[in-house]
């Protein structure tokens, strides 16, 4: 088969023969891995190989109950990673500069394509393979259970594996829907029935909105999952403005926040009328008031207001 079928022909696969990869294919799986492209040659990813029996029975269960990730030849677990870059610079007495918007972009970019050469390679091989995203239901107990360093986040879960199965391939959006050209176009209601149309089959139900609503809307499985992975990113270093040592501290005090302005809105919950913050030197202040004095006014215009409020505080000060 030439690669071009190969790739035109894939699907994932969810049962696999208890069989492992051949001999020496796991190094080329892993060497094609490796071989992917890269921003400004910082490979700002890992590969976590799972081999622990026990540790991946604990894994399939965090992702809700996946045989497949317990039963597959292999498990890997492709890595967003800055951890190695920072270690890298200060081993030659650089410091790493904050950028950790960007490299939580970056990385999770590397990681997603050296483990789509890995799952291509495994595929062009033979083997099955399968992402598992459900790794991402309980991500805080998958970075403790692989014991993840700062600035590391899993991207999925990767199964590989001889396959014991034979899938029917399953529907794409049409190619009009997805590629545009020159400038973004818009979606007119007969494109997004078409949408609907091309992909009924993925669904039992022969409905994809079905799926979508699982997923996607309000209840479903993205809202249920983002909170957690919120409070990944900040445990890892990924927030630019909330820093980890705040993010752990909070969380030990019972206010868990994965956000700056979350972590306002908590503190603000348990009886705190105030926070105020402030410049100190090169650095901030920041006051929580409990008994807050205030007064309020109202008016039409800024100063109106400021008059009422002025003029009843004086009032009760006297
Ligand atoms: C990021 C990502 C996460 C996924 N997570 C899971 C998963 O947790 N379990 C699973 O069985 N399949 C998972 N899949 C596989 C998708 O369900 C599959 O790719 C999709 O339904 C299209 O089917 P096909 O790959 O057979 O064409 C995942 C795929 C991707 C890209």
């Known amino acids: 088969m030439d690669r071009l079928t190969h790739l035109l022909e894939r699907r994932s696969i969810r049962r696999f023969k208890p069989e492992p990869l051949r001999e020496g294919d796991l190094e080329r799986?892993?060497?094609?891995?490796?071989?992917?492209?890269?921003?400004a040659s910082g490979q700002l990813y890992s590969i976590m190989?799972?081999?622990d029996p026990e540790l991946r029975r604990a894994?399939?269960?965090?992702?809700?109950?996946?045989?497949?990730?317990?039963?597959?030849?292999?498990?890997?677990v492709p890595l967003a990673d800055v951890h190695?870059?920072?270690?890298?610079?200060?081993?030659?007495?650089?410091?790493?500069a904050r950028w950790p918007r960007t490299g939580l972009h970056f990385a999770l970019v590397d990681a997603t394509l050296a483990g789509a050469h890995l799952a291509v390679a495994a595929e062009a091989l033979g083997y099955g393979i399968c992402w598992i995203g459900g790794l991402l239901n309980r991500p805080r107990e998958v970075a403790r259970m692989l014991e993840l360093p700062p600035g590391v986040v899993p991207v999925s879960g990767l199964v590989v594996g001889v396959p014991a199965e034979d899938p029917p391939l399953r529907p794409r959006l049409p190619e009009a829907l997805v590629v545009h050209e020159n400038r973004y176009h818009g979606y007119t209601p007969a494109d997004l029935d078409a949408a609907y149309a091309a992909m009924a089959p993925?669904?039992?139900r022969g409905d994809w909105l079905f799926v979508l609503e699982r997923y996607?809307?309000?209840?479903?499985?993205?809202?249920?999952?983002?909170p957690a992975y919120g409070h990944l990113l900040a445990w890892q270093g990924f927030v630019a403005d909330w820093p980890p040592t705040a993010a752990r501290?909070?969380?030990?005090?019972?206010?868990?926040?994965?956000?700056?302005?979350?972590?306002?809105?908590?503190?603000?919950?348990?009886?705190?009328?105030?926070?105020?913050?402030?410049?100190?030197?090169?650095?901030?202040?920041v006051w929580l008031e409990r008994e807050t004095a205030?007064?309020?006014?109202?008016?039409?215009?800024?100063?109106?207001?400021?008059?009422?409020?002025?003029?009843?505080a004086l009032a009760s000060d006297g």
Do not use: C, N, Y
Not at 59 to 76: D, I, N, P, R, S
Not at 84 to 96: I, P
């Open 202 to 204: 993925a669904s039992r």
């Open 84 to 96: 190695r870059l920072k270690r890298l610079l200060a081993h030659r007495g650089q410091e790493m």
């Open 59 to 76: 894994l399939a269960q965090l992702a809700g109950g996946q045989a497949h990730v317990a039963q597959a030849a292999e498990f890997f």
């Open 29 to 39: 799986i892993l060497a094609a891995a490796r071989r992917a492209p890269t921003d």
């Open 294 to 312: 205030a007064e309020r006014g109202e008016g039409r215009t800024p100063g109106e207001a400021l008059g009422r409020a002025a003029e009843t």
């Open 216 to 226: 996607f809307a309000a209840g479903g499985a993205m809202e249920d999952r983002d």
């Open 249 to 285: 501290a909070l969380e030990d005090a019972g206010l868990p926040a994965p956000s700056l302005g979350e972590a306002l809105e908590a503190v603000l919950k348990t009886g705190w009328r105030g926070v105020l913050f402030g410049r100190e030197g090169a650095g901030w202040r």
């Open 49 to 51: 190989r799972v081999t």
